[in-house]
């Protein structure tokens, strides 16, 4: 490659040094056996033991589970519906309104969605826990699944939901038979990007939450305000493995859906 | 009737959970503090009818607002929240940029591999990315301990709890939002127009500066609001890396309410934070809308 020059080698070695070496740095000091974090005195896996025997934290990562596999399950269905009527409903009654509501909590700050959602419970008298956190983190994140299902739904041919239409199909029969398999990977992105955002999130679930259900977020909040933990390091270790076993194998995944799909068209463009 | 199903049940949900919220924001940044469950005045009792509905309204003034324009606190924290999300969105770029731009020249195979290692930190925990930064910064930290051994520095340099730490922060945890939206344009760039350039007697430098930079100015400009946006009201990065010395508006809005508990200020707080956004929020949809018509 012509232009691919020492400077743009040195810039992409530097960028990713940047972007992964704090992180690198956490996961071999999660290994240290000194108490004192900066400094290295042998390795150990004590901090991994210490973690599993500490019961607030597996309390909260039960909540933090449950809250994410729940809001993110909804919100796929919501996201979906709503990036449906986005795309296809043409026009209706306070369409505006509803596509403002849809972007803006996307560039809402936490603390703003956080607190309105927390004045709404006190308001109604909701009390605050489990289910509290659920609405929240659903509300977010199906603006982000229907922004993902929505570029899905504009690019794919439309004829081929009239076919299905025209041969007969019922337009909730044609949307499961037809629209939902072509949109099935956007709709598993964005329930795992559902399901992240709510593992991740601090802000909005420490403004909902009550006394009774604390998330792991939160848990790492209290402890790490007040400087550099070793359990914590060694959570983070773990969280980050799961990480990057998830990515690397839906992309494996997503690679080779790709590759089948290709040999199908020319599988299928050879027999015509 | 299915038809009305789907568009229903999205609409409401959002209606209930997104905008009401808002509307009782906007209401109880309208209201006054009191010592009571809830801890604001006056509240709605429709059981009065008529006359509920105007002792109701009769309650509501602007003395929040006006009570955050005469303390100093807020209109800094406004400002500073502002300053340090403009600096910090440069130093992105700064940072953002050449590696963009290295993604774009690297080989073609390897482009997914780069994509991915860029979008992998995304999908990790944002508070632990933060934290990751106490543990090198702070005063008897790793890079304290390299200068140190090194002998570039004679004392450990003050960084964590500083606004040099919140800067870090925000340039590490939003970089991949300036550098895809740069990648996307360097990208597509019609190398031919380099070529073209230099066959006109361009240097390389003056090729990159005449015809590259232009033309991957949505891209900046995208990655640009990408990073601006919500930094101004973050509240994680200056609560872990900066000091007394940050004073950001996401930070004044939550110690406001979990601390002072004084929810009519917080609101207030909350519906004027919320009117600076706009700006820029409607500035990056004219680019966007601009970027789209442009392709199509």
Not at chain 1, 161 to 185: H, K, Q, S, W, Y
Not at chain 2, 181 to 191: F, H, N, Q, S, W
């Amino acid at each position: 490659m012509r232009r691919f020059s020492w400077i743009n080698a040195t810039s992409l070695t530097l960028g990713f040094a940047f972007l992964y070496l704090p992180m690198l740095i956490l996961v071999v000091y999660s290994f240290n056996a000194s108490q004192l974090v900066t400094v290295w005195a042998g390795f150990s896996t004590r901090w991994y033991g210490e973690l599993i025997r500490n019961e607030a934290f597996l309390d909260a990562a039960w909540v933090t589970l449950k809250v994410a596999v729940v809001s993110s399950t909804i919100a796929t269905v919501l996201g979906t519906m709503a990036a449906y009527t986005l795309v296809r409903a043409g026009r209706f009654l306070g369409r505006t309104l509803f596509s403002g509501m849809i972007y803006a909590p996307l560039v809402m700050p936490e603390v703003i969605t956080g607190l309105s959602l927390l004045l709404l419970f006190i308001g109604i008298g909701l009390d605050r826990g489990i289910l509290t956190i659920v609405l929240a983190h659903t509300t977010f994140s199906m603006c982000y699944v229907s922004v993902v299902v929505s570029s899905r739904l504009d690019s794919f041919d439309r004829s081929l939901e009239e076919a299905a239409l025209d041969l007969g199909c019922t337009p909730f029969e044609a949307f499961r038979l037809v629209t939902l398999p072509i949109i099935a990977p956007a709709v598993i992105s964005g329930w795992l990007l559902a399901f992240t955002l709510s593992l991740d999130d601090l802000v909005i679930a420490s403004f909902v939450t009550g006394p009774s259900a604390t998330t792991l977020p939160m848990k790492i909040w209290s402890s790490v305000r007040l400087g550099v933990s070793p359990e914590i390091n060694a959570l983070s270790t773990i969280l980050i493995a799961i990480v990057t076993v998830g990515v690397i194998t839906a992309s494996l995944v997503s690679k080779r859906a790709i590759a089948a799909r290709q040999r199908d068209e020319r599988a299928a463009a050879a027999a015509a | 009737m299915r038809r009305f199903v789907v568009v229903a049940v999205p609409y409401l949900w959002l209606l209930a959970l997104f905008l009401i919220p808002f509307v009782i924001v906007l209401k109880i940044s309208l209201s006054d503090p009191a010592i009571a469950i809830p801890p604001y005045a006056p509240t709605l009792d429709l059981s009065e009818g008529w006359q509920g509905l105007k002792d109701f309204f009769a309650g509501l003034d602007f003395e929040n607002f006006a009570f955050l324009t005469t303390d100093d606190l807020y209109w800094k924290a406004y400002l500073s929240s502002l300053r340090i999300a403009f600096v910090a969105t440069l130093f992105t770029l700064l940072v953002g940029f050449p590696i963009a731009y290295g993604m774009a020249r690297a080989e073609e195979r390897w482009r997914p591999m780069l994509l991915m290692l860029v979008i992998l930190p995304f999908w990790t925990s944002f508070l632990i990315r933060v934290y990751s930064w106490m543990g090198i910064l702070s005063s008897e930290g790793y890079l304290n301990q390299v200068l140190l051994a090194l002998g570039v520095v004679a004392e450990p340099l003050t960084i964590l709890n500083t606004n040099a730490a919140v800067y870090v922060g925000i340039v590490y945890t939003y970089l991949p939002f300036m550098i895809l939206p740069i990648y996307a344009t360097l990208e597509k760039l019609d190398m031919s127009l380099l070529e073209a350039a230099e066959d006109l007697g361009c240097s390389r430098l003056s090729a990159f500066w005449l015809v590259t930079i232009p033309l991957s100015v949505p891209g900046i400009v995208a990655g640009c609001f990408l990073v601006f946006i919500p930094t101004i009201g973050e509240f994680v990065i200056p609560s872990l890396l900066g000091g007394s010395e940050t004073l950001m508006i996401g930070k004044v809005l939550w110690e406001e309410f979990f601390s002072n508990r004084d929810w009519p200020v917080a609101s207030a707080v909350a519906v004027i934070l919320l009117l600076i956004l706009i700006v820029p929020i409607i500035l990056f949809q004219r680019n966007e809308q601009k970027q789209r018509e442009a392709e199509g």
